[in-house]
């Protein structure tokens, strides 16, 4: 996780982001101080990732990367105001000790992969369509000698996979269909016929964009309705607050690079 020390939004790359409307910045702080807080309780280790000034959506450390199994592939961002974030990113994997893979192909990290370590003895969910490109998913599949399952973003308010889709625990997924193609809905409905459904609300609310133990799941306090949903799935929701940092298009999930040594 980075803190969100010099999170402003003074420029615009996804429909969330609003040029105009005012971030009270000390106020992020304190809201991602609470989200860090939250995961330490639940008994996650927290590495921190030191800001940068100039970089104001570090604090969305998903985007820097995407590890299996102790190897890393690398980001490569879309959009210039972000690409520097990468080197940061590659630096304290390099710390770690972990291999890392440099990527060719435009990709966002764990804003667009995601990893399934049960299902089929380990899959890789993958996004293009807004941010990623398809060619990426072939890259991240020989990079980390895991299956691919690549998926198509069609609505540009869910410009990331982690805003769509999201792993419950090992194997079992929720996701918001409509955020998907028609091909890419069939092949979801084929390969998870028993996972979480979340509707227009929900996806909005950003009630996707979670961290799960496989038990608690943290979410955007918004999603009230998705956190009912969830109860009776049998998880127990952590709703967490993070109004500053919507206003930059992200939430819970989009603060946090999860380490899978
Ligand atoms: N403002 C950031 C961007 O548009 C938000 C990134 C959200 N991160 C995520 N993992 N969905 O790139």
């Not at 390099?94 to 192909?105: F, S």
Request: proline letters at 7%; one cysteine or more.
């Amino acid at each position: 996780m980075s803190p969100p020390e010099h999170f402003v939004v003074e420029y615009a790359i996804n429909p969330w982001m609003d040029t105009t409307t005012p971030v009270d910045t000390e106020l992020a702080v304190k809201q991602w101080e609470g989200l860090r807080e939250t995961l330490t309780r639940l008994g996650h280790t927290v590495h921190v990732l030191t800001p940068e000034i100039g970089l104001p959506d570090m604090v969305y450390a998903a985007n820097g990367a995407f590890s299996v199994d102790g190897v890393v592939y690398g980001a490569r961002f879309r959009y210039p105001q972000r690409m520097a974030e990468a080197a940061a990113h590659k630096r304290f994997y390099a710390e770690l000790g972990w291999k890392y893979a440099t990527p060719v192909e435009t990709n966002e990290g764990e804003g667009d992969f995601t990893y399934l370590p049960s299902y089929l003895g380990g899959v890789v969910l993958a996004g293009h369509g807004f941010r990623t490109e398809a060619a990426a998913h072939s890259e991240a599949q020989e990079a980390l000698g895991r299956p691919v399952i690549s998926l198509r973003l069609v609505d540009p308010r869910f410009y990331h996979l982690d805003v769509a889709l999201a792993p419950l625990d090992d194997s079992t997924i929720a996701y918001y269909p409509e955020a998907f193609s028609e091909s890419t809905r069939a092949v979801l409905r084929q390969l998870f016929p028993d996972a979480v459904i979340a509707d227009e609300e929900d996806a909005l609310a950003f009630g996707l964009n979670l961290v799960s133990d496989g038990r608690n799941v943290v979410l955007n306090t918004e999603a009230t309705a998705f956190a009912a949903k969830l109860r009776s799935a049998g998880y127990v929701p952590v709703p967490v607050e993070l109004t500053e940092l919507k206003k930059g298009g992200g939430s819970v999930k989009c603060c946090v690079a999860e380490l899978r040594p």
